[in-house]
């Protein structure tokens, strides 16, 4: 099971690598991909490229404004639910800004994870409690269905203190909490082992970082054998263990001797959700099937758009974009920097006895200055002097690629409350921020159905 489980874990190395690709270009560091370098025949970062010619790489970061304005947007349009005890938990749990950072890691990455148990291991009584699982962590069989209805395997990959692993796995038994404190501080094997209690900072299947202990949790859906019996005799229908069938069946002869109604029984196979706790070297540390009155498993998952199975978040489609408009903003950067700035060409022809260069450079900088000369030509006309800045046409390509951000992704002035016309209504301008909102409302009606689906399950927890 732990072998399916590091499967899993490997075929969502895809999704991982992505993430934190575009994770980087959300939070500015967008010079970090490794390209090849043809002068020095190997690959390094486009930022150490750019270095060796001279340039200073510029980030104008338009990723992270995109990101911050649709949560914005969807922070001001939430609403609280109607279910008094949904209000109750979302307060607990502080909910409103739990799913704006969720859906940020939505647009970042594409996947939304959260977590829904019911426990007594916080402070406070048994309560309800929701957390953001952290895609890095997360794992899940290849699924095709966006509903998520074809996962058979799903886990995640916990870091815990050791006395909060007691806690959790001991059972409250003497003899168990002994044995995991031994099992992760290596008394057991008589060698330490890394992986269970972790000495570095790599992330890794089997290894957790420095000072904490790793567990991986693994959700299976498996087919259980079980009696459904049905008692004659009180008109009552129930299920029971397999192994209870000699229990019923001595209950049967009791009731032929005694003349009364018998059980009738019948093997079924049903799906039901396991949970089993593993340590990082294999041992097994716990296993139980799913207590919660709803029998799936404590997770809700979203992965955005899932198109054959392929994960394509928001930030995806302006990387290119963002790219380019560093690129061109470098190249200005850089022009300006190697153009003549106020540098005058003064034959020496032209010089006469009476003025120095430094009068000349004095009045030639003044607004206004007269510099007396010799003309050589027949023209003996004064003639006034001005100069026009550097258009290398860089700064309509800079315009043309942020248009470009707005019309990929659909987050226009609009939306943002920029540039509006005094000229233009109120019913006209929420028209245009209506008709701003299609290019996100795939987006977000997948993310507030992610929500629903979180409601229901904390509602059957």
């Known amino acids: 099971m732990l072998e399916k489980a590091y499967k899993a874990w490997l075929d969502c190395s895809t999704i991982r690598a992505k993430r934190e690709r575009f994770k980087r270009y959300t939070y500015g560091q967008q010079w970090e991909d490794i390209v090849y370098d043809p002068m020095r025949k190997c690959n390094r970062t486009e930022r150490q490229i750019i270095e060796d010619t001279g340039r200073s790489p510029i980030t104008n970061n338009v990723i992270r404004q995109l990101v911050k304005t649709i949560i914005g947007k969807y922070r001001h349009e939430r609403e609280l639910p109607d279910d008094d005890r949904l209000v109750k938990i979302y307060r607990r749990n502080l909910l409103t800004e739990l799913d704006a950072r969720l859906l940020e890691e939505f647009l970042i990455s594409g996947v939304a994870v959260q977590r829904i148990t019911r426990e007594c291991r916080r402070p406070g009584a048994m309560e309800t409690f929701v957390d953001n699982v952290n895609p890095a962590d997360f794992f899940i069989n290849a699924i095709r269905d966006p509903r998520g209805w074809d996962v058979e395997l799903v886990g995640e990959l916990r870091d815990m203190s050791l006395p909060e692993l007691i806690a959790r796995y001991g059972k409250g ?88 109604l018998p059980i009738k029984t019948r093997l079924i196979h049903q799906p039901r959700w396991v949970c089993r706790v593993y340590a990082p070297d294999g041992t097994l540390i716990d296993t139980r099937p799913s207590t919660a009155p709803h029998g799936e498993h404590p997770y809700v998952v979203k992965l955005y758009p899932l198109t054959d199975g392929e994960v394509h978040p928001f930030v995806e489609d302006v990387i290119d974009q963002q790219r380019h408009i560093n690129r061109l903003i470098t190249m200005i950067d850089h022009i300006m920097g190697v153009s003549a700035k106020g540098v005058l060409l003064f034959p020496l022809e032209a010089k006469i006895d009476e003025l120095t260069w430094r009068d000349i450079r004095h009045q030639w900088s003044t607004c206004g200055g007269i510099i007396p000369y010799r003309s050589r030509s027949t023209n003996k006309e004064p003639a006034q002097i001005t100069s026009s800045g550097l258009d290398a046409g860089a700064s309509k390509l800079v315009e043309l690629q942020m248009r470009l951000v707005q019309e990929v992704t659909g987050v226009n002035d609009a939306i943002s409350g920029k540039n509006i016309s005094s000229g233009v209504g109120a019913d006209r301008y929420q028209q245009q921020v209506q008709n701003a909102t299609v290019a996100l409302l795939d987006l977000m009606e997948t993310f507030s159905s992610l929500l629903e689906l979180r409601d229901r399950k904390i509602l059957l927890t």
């Open 173 to 260: 038994d003497s003899k168990t909490m002994e044995h995991l404190r031994r099992l992760y501080t290596g008394e057991i094997s008589g060698i330490f082992d890394s992986r269970l209690l972790g000495t570095a900072e790599n992330h890794h299947f089997h290894q957790s970082p420095t000072g904490r202990c790793r567990v991986i949790e693994v959700w299976t859906l498996e087919m259980t054998e079980s009696l459904r019996c049905h008692d004659t005799r009180s008109h009552r229908c129930y299920e029971l263990p397999k192994g209870e069938l000699g229990k019923v069946e001595r209950e049967n002869r009791q009731r032929q001797t005694d003349g009364k």
